[in-house]
């Protein structure tokens, strides 16, 4: 079954964009234009991955982000921040609120398809994210 994107940005070229690379990839596409929108996208179908801009009308990603961390049913949805606020308190305040990966635009096409391959293994619990990770303890031996 293939997993399924939804892109949440206001800007038309970028949203063609990444759904052509999304589909090329394999992945079922549903795009949206506003904050709104992407809730109301979100409630009736959740996606596997959002990719979630911040600067949309009616709902910027940082609402929405919270909102859905918020609420446990969602807790499965992969949130990637793809946005132009790329300055470091953007992307810690991004990360603070729950999204999985923070990418800045202008993007590499190759970034975009890679972070979503890593948030979708992490997922399904292959790998644990960096942020995350559990670090051994002192004076532990490694396995």
């Known amino acids: ?9 206001d800007d038309p070229s970028i949203s063609r964009a990444l759904s052509f690379l999304m589909q090329r990839e394999g992945h079922e596409v549903r795009t949206v234009t506003d904050g709104e929108q992407a809730l109301a996208a979100i409630e009736m179908q959740p996606p596997d991955v959002v990719l979630l801009d911040i600067m949309m009308p009616k709902g ?5 982000c919270r909102t859905l961390r918020a609420n ?6 992969r949130i990637v921040m793809l946005t132009a606020k790329g300055g470091e308190a953007d992307q810690r305040v991004g990360m603070a609120l ?6 800045s635009k202008p993007f590499a096409i190759g970034e975009v398809v890679s972070c979503v391959k890593d948030v979708l293994a992490r997922r399904r619990g292959r790998t644990a994210p960096p942020e995350r990770a559990r670090r ?6 490694n396995a």
Request: net charge negative; glycine share 12%.
């Open 60 to 64: 910027n990603g940082y609402e929405i």
């Open 1 to 9: 079954m293939a997993t399924s994107v939804l892109i949440a940005d």
């Open 98 to 103: 729950g999204a999985d990966a923070y990418i």
């Open 72 to 77: 446990p049913s969602y807790d499965g949805v």
């Open 136 to 141: 051994p303890k002192a004076g532990a031996a």
